[in-house]
């Protein structure tokens, strides 16, 4: 069992950084892959970004690509999200959520989402 906990949102101007965090309970978080979604106000819910178990490799929605860069601490159990040169259209829930798979086919865990709102 992994539980999921994401920190960091908050009121951001366009332009300008945030840093999510996910801390995971449970003492094989890192043997999943982790990622990000997301889900803007009456939209379905998005792939974000993605993290291997080990770090080595990542994936990126293309609107992403470029501006976010997923990471992770094994150590301390914990994933983050940057997100630089936000834009109004970032606004929306950020979900972090455990996978066997960096492909994210199946969701094993999710939680329970940390709002960020960009600001024009």
């Known amino acids: 069992q992994v539980q999921l906990v994401e920190s960091g949102g908050g009121l951001v101007q366009a332009g300008g950084s945030a840093r999510l965090s996910c801390a995971a309970s449970g003492r094989t978080f890192s043997s999943y892959a982790m990622g990000w979604f997301r889900q803007a106000p009456g939209k379905g819910r998005e792939f974000v970004a993605a993290i291997s178990w080990s770090g080595g490799s990542t994936r990126y929605a293309d609107s992403v690509k470029g501006r976010f860069t997923i990471s992770r601490d094994n150590a301390k159990n914990t994933v983050y999200l940057q997100m630089n040169s936000l834009k109004p259209e970032d606004t929306a829930v950020y979900y972090c959520?455990?996978?066997?798979?960096?492909?994210?086919?199946?969701?094993?865990?999710w939680g329970k989402g940390t709002l960020v709102t960009v600001s024009s």
């Open positions: 959520a455990a996978s066997q798979s960096i492909l994210f086919q199946l969701v094993d865990y």
